[in-house]
């Protein structure tokens, strides 16, 4: 196949609005797949996915299709559905020239059709309009025309009306595809140049990369090397993905497909990178930014025997995602353990799962660290602040004359038209700023805000849902950083009672088995210090099982008291459950409770069992 006779597209799509159904659609209708295992969704292929139903990972198939009496090669580069991923899909468009747009026609467009347009768009990539679904009694394809050519410019006529799940006009799609959508530019006559943008590890075979081919030729037994590493490697065989892999012994200019070398390691596949045969340098294609952690979660083992099996699956998991950011930490109460940096919440929980599924008893702190950021007036050095320890202790900032940054997104919300008050007004609460406010048709409202990630990344989903019951869509983009008066909260508590405790400075941080709790604290706006406060104060009192003395809770910004609570002492009757005489037995639970009640005193300090800091730690 010569660069006129390829079609390199992807399909965006709000989630549910039926990609993979379509997906299948047109895999079937070129007997890429038989219509018996169709609608078992091909392209969804991890575990989580399938049973979450939403893409995360982007998966390529290719096709053949005759139309007018040429064969074309058709290569479907799938994107993943979910904002938090919007970095899979800007890197996945990068390898086609075209995208299908696809809106159900009862919903019309939500909020991540418009963050996907503008994807696409930004990357110049000709558009296809699809409206589908439109086997449904509710359809309204109409109306959604309506809303494309309001919200994307789009030319009257343009849009295809289909159904993927009956198959009603999908007939249209592919001519609609070669005749709008252009052949990649390239050239076979000149050296190799090699985009990769996609790889995941294999247990049988090691590194798989997925490469676009855009000038020259890749055989099975050339040399290449890595413009980013200068790593050399061989090629062990190349192919097409058909939809698994299907070896062809050579990919040319214009084509993607799948390329297996001696690459050992899937650290070594950098998304973005050139290849190009030995001694032939290339100008490298222009790179992607690497993906950027913006929610860091600790996770530790429950049983700390797990360790290195627990270590292990993290590895394993982190080798087909190359987004995830882990490094070592040991915290003090917890033990060893890891901060693993996430693109957003989304991203962590099914991080979360997947951990789950390799069966691990592991435990994930549940305060999502965002990403600040200080920045050191003086020398412009930055500094990322991933955990609250990380934060510039309060007698230092004035001296250093540094700021405090948080990363901020580009929010798209669209609702009917009646919710506009509580939208607006949630926005604002969030402290947002309004850049564009539109009609898309008769009662839809698009706005777009510029918010701080920490509104968001928590229950604003929630809110936003509740707020219009249900009828309200968001999408997100991050927009870099801005300054921002952060502050940073902590937990303590501490004996009221003992003059030991007063002795040492009135003030204990929360001991978790003995050992102060590095995580009982967490960077916040100042606005929100007083909610956080309180909320936390009650929630350590609700967790805290009475000790032998009053406990004094305090949750304090520096050294400002925000909020107070107090558990009330209890003598714990430990002989209570002694009957009759055994007396050695009674003596014993009583020199245990007096032991007990030292140590305590000597720590002055509460106990607080490990579930117990997860409860606390987890919100709900
Ligand atoms: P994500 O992978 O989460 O992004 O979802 P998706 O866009 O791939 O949606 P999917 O193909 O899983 O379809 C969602 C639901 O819509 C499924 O229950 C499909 O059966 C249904 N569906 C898809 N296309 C049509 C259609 O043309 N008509 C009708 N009636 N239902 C459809």
Redesign the pocket.
């Known amino acids: 196949f010569t660069a006129d006779r390829i079609r390199n597209f992807s399909?965006i799509?709000?989630?549910?609005?039926?990609?993979?159904?379509?997906?299948?659609?047109l895999l079937e209708m070129t007997g890429t797949i038989s219509t018996r295992t169709a609608?078992k969704?091909v392209?969804?292929k991890l575990e989580v996915?399938r049973e979450?139903?939403?893409?995360v990972k982007a998966q390529t198939a290719s096709m053949i299709y005759e139309h007018n009496g040429r064969r074309y090669l058709m290569n479907l580069i799938d994107t993943?559905?979910?904002v938090d991923f919007s970095y899979e899909v800007s890197r996945s468009l990068s390898a086609c020239q075209g995208t299908l747009l696809?809106v159900?026609?009862c919903q019309g467009i939500q909020a991540q059709t418009v963050a996907n347009f503008y994807l696409a768009f930004s990357q110049d990539l000709t558009i296809i309009p699809i409206v589908?679904?439109?086997?449904?009694p509710a359809a309204d394809p109409e109306r959604i025309v309506q809303q494309m050519e309001s919200a994307f410019e789009l030319g009257a006529g343009e849009a295809l009306m289909?159904?993927?799940?009956?198959g009603?006009n999908t007939e249209q799609i592919l001519p609609a595809i070669i005749e709008r959508i252009g052949g990649p530019v390239a050239d076979r006559s000149r050296p190799l140049k090699a985009l990769l943008f996609d790889s995941w590890y294999d247990k049988y075979v090691g590194v798989v990369c997925l490469m676009a081919i855009k000038d020259g030729q890749l055989m099975k037994g050339d040399r290449i090397v890595s413009s980013h590493t200068e790593n050399k490697y061989e090629v062990m065989e190349v192919g097409l993905m058909y939809p698994e892999q299907v070896p062809t012994g050579a990919l040319y200019a214009g084509q993607v497909g799948y390329v297996v070398c001696s690459m050992k390691n899937a650290k070594e596949a950098h998304i973005g990178d050139t290849f190009y045969r030995l001694k032939q340098p290339v100008d490298p294609l222009p790179g992607f930014e690497p993906a950027k952690s913006m929610v860091f979660a600790g996770v530790y083992p429950v049983d700390t025997d797990d360790f290195s099996q627990l270590e292990e699956s993290i590895t394993k998991l982190t080798l087909n995602d190359a987004s995830v950011n882990v490094q070592k930490e040991t915290s003090l109460a917890l033990g060893q353990g890891w901060r693993i940096g996430f693109l957003g919440t989304l991203h962590l929980d099914v991080f979360r799962q997947r951990l789950e599924q390799h069966k691990h008893a592991c435990q994930v702190d549940g305060t999502y660290h965002l990403r600040a950021r200080l920045v050191v007036e003086k020398d412009g050095k930055e500094t990322i602040v991933r955990t609250p320890a990380d934060f510039p202790s309060p007698d230092t900032m004035p001296h250093q004359r540094c700021t405090l940054q948080e990363p901020m997104v580009l929010a798209t919300l669209i609702f009917p038209a009646e919710y506009l008050g509580p939208m607006l007004e949630l926005c604002g609460m969030r402290r947002g700023e309004q850049k564009e406010y539109q009609y898309l048709d008769d009662n839809h409202v698009m706005v777009r805000y510029v918010l701080p990630m920490a509104e968001i990344v928590t229950d604003f989903y929630d809110e936003l849902k509740s707020r219009s019951s249900g009828f309200a869509s968001f999408d997100y983009e991050e927009t870099g950083y801005q300054e921002s008066d952060l502050v940073k909260v902590t937990g303590h508590m501490f004996v009221s009672s003992s003059s030991e405790a007063l002795m040492a400075g009135g003030q204990m941080d929360v001991l978790l088995n003995g050992k102060p709790v590095d995580a009982l604290a967490t960077v916040l706006h100042r606005s929100q210090v007083q909610a956080v406060g309180r909320d936390w104060a009650k929630r350590l009192k609700n967790v805290i099982q009475r000790q032998l003395f009053e406990v004094a809770i305090q949750t304090a910004v520096g050294s400002r008291v925000i909020a107070r609570e107090s558990v009330p002492a209890m003598r714990k009757n430990v002989t209570a459950k002694c009957y009759g005489g055994d007396v050695t037995r009674k003596m014993k639970l009583l020199n245990k409770q007096r032991e007990g009640k030292k140590r305590m005193k000597r720590l002055g300090s509460v106990d607080l069992p490990q579930e117990a800091f997860f409860t606390l730690m987890n919100k709900d």
């Open positions: 399909i799509a709000h989630i549910d609005h039926g990609k993979s159904t379509l997906a299948d659609r609608n969704q392209l969804d996915e979450r139903g939403i893409t993943p559905g979910h696809l159900d026609a589908n679904k439109i086997d449904l289909v159904s993927a799940k009956t009603i």
